[in-house]
């Protein structure tokens, strides 16, 4: 989990392995940084995320974390796009 954040953090994203959200006992001591911060918060078995309401001071639930990490596709470029990795190749 570890070495999926720092390679997250290589790649300029701010994303976390969901094993690393927080337990929801922990939300009602956690302030957000900024209105609108989203943080992870685990809740028994699932994973919940909320936005940090500043006005309020207090987690608004966005919704139920769903899905799994996808695979980047590589794409050999033309003159409009260089070639890489991206998410969605059409």
């Known amino acids: 989990a570890e070495q ?3 390679e997250a953090a290589a790649k300029g994203s701010t994303s976390q392995p ?3 959200a927080a337990d929801i006992s922990l ?9 609108g911060e989203i ?3 685990k809740d028994g078995g699932k994973t919940f995320a909320y936005s940090w309401n500043e006005g309020a001071r207090t987690w608004d639930v966005i919704g139920e ?6 695979e980047k596709k ?3 470029g033309d003159p409009v796009f260089p070639q890489g990795e991206y998410d969605f190749i059409f």
């Open 4 to 6: 999926a954040t720092i």
């Open 74 to 76: 590589f794409y050999q």
């Open 18 to 20: 969901m094993e690393n």
């Open 39 to 41: 943080k992870c918060f």
């Open 27 to 35: 939300m009602p001591t956690t302030v957000g940084k900024k209105n």
């Open 65 to 70: 974390v769903v899905g799994s990490e996808s």
